[in-house]
């Protein structure tokens, strides 16, 4: 079978959302998809020490703090819908209004970093590490591989709420928007993900 | 007819709704097979949504659209394979 993809620029907004149309650059989904074969990677991990050590995989869920999981699934949902709201204000030409939903999603991509360096505390103090058992070693890979895209993700939206600021995007123009929002939907998406393997299921 | 925001609205709700279902699901003392089954579902459901709805991926170019969607496809037949055959695939991988 033989693909082409055809990339439609942000600007022709009335067409960028006909059949087939790529939201966003080329590039971004490159990258989109190079993270989530990163993240796969990690899953397929998982998935093997569950299988080769049960016992661990079953009782480590039990001592993390499932309410510090539950509030950033929370903290990313909620933050993943205020970009959505933010790419559609900025179709509707609501530059003022796209780039409050923006500051919305970037305070809670922080509230989530926060949340998160309390967690890991929480751990420590309860005597969990990367040395713990082998679930632990991949609890920390993963949530802290996580963690540094949260992290990077949440300046590149502060970045796109500056380019708003300056004038640089309206409703026919605004592919960065639409990169930051992809990439940053990806960062909920493997979020949704890790928050069933490592707090729920054991 | 909902408009767009009125439908990202409403599957906001429902991504919220599903995330405190499965916390109640955590919290639960035994886990057997339709939990899990559920708890796959939820991750299936939730995946779609954000696919489609919030990536907009929905009417979008089908290699794109197909290789997120299958993802959550695959993760969540793992985690009811994982389930079942633990120490077939155990076996399988064994080094």
Redesign the interface.
């Known amino acids: 079978m033989t693909?082409t993809?055809?990339h439609t620029p942000a600007f022709a907004w009335k067409s960028d959302?006909?059949?087939?149309?790529?939201?966003g650059s080329l590039a971004i989904?490159a990258a989109i998809?190079a993270e989530?074969s990163e993240f796969?990677i990690m899953?397929i991990v998982y998935?093997?020490g569950?299988?080769?050590h049960?016992q661990v995989f079953s009782e480590g869920?039990l001592l993390l703090n499932?309410t510090a999981?539950?509030i950033n699934?929370?903290v990313m949902?909620?933050s993943?819908?205020f970009?959505?709201?933010a790419?559609?204000a900025m179709r509707e030409d609501k530059q003022a209004s796209s780039a409050r939903w923006l500051t919305g999603a970037a305070l809670l991509g922080g509230v989530y970093l926060v949340v998160k360096l309390f967690e890991y505390r929480w751990n420590t103090t309860h005597g969990l590490s990367t040395e713990t058992n082998l679930f632990y070693a991949v609890y920390y890979y993963v949530t802290f591989n996580h963690f540094l895209h949260v992290g990077w993700g949440t300046a590149a939206i502060v970045w796109v709420i500056y380019r708003i600021n300056c004038g640089a995007y309206n409703h026919m123009e605004h592919e960065g928007l639409l990169n930051i929002?992809?990439y940053w939907?990806?960062i909920?998406?493997a979020w949704?993900?890790i928050?069933?393997?490592l707090?729920?299921?054991? | 007819m909902m408009n767009?925001?009125q439908l990202?609205d409403r599957l906001?709700l429902l991504?919220?709704s599903l995330?405190?279902f499965?916390?109640y699901?955590?919290?639960r003392d035994t886990?057997g097979f339709n939990s899990?089954l559920i708890?796959a579902l939820?991750?299936a459901i939730?995946?779609r949504i954000?696919?489609d709805?919030?990536?907009?991926?929905k009417?979008?170019?089908?290699?794109?659209r197909t290789?997120?969607r299958v993802?959550y496809y695959v993760?969540p037949l793992?985690?009811i394979a994982?389930y079942l055959f633990?120490?077939q695939?155990?076996q399988w991988?064994?080094l």
Do not use: C, N
Request: hydrophobic share 55%.
């Open positions: 693909t993809l055809t959302r006909k059949p087939g149309h790529i939201p989904w998809l989530m796969a899953f998935f093997l569950k299988v080769h049960p869920p499932t999981g539950t699934t929370l949902l909620t993943s819908f970009m959505i709201r790419v559609i929002a992809v939907h990806m909920d998406l949704i993900t928050f069933p393997l707090y729920v299921i054991r | 767009q925001t990202v906001w991504l919220i995330t405190l499965s916390a699901m955590a919290e886990q899990i708890m939820v991750l939730k995946g954000i696919v709805h919030f990536m907009e991926l009417s979008a170019h089908r290699l794109i290789l997120m993802y993760i793992m985690i994982v633990p120490e695939i155990a991988t064994r």
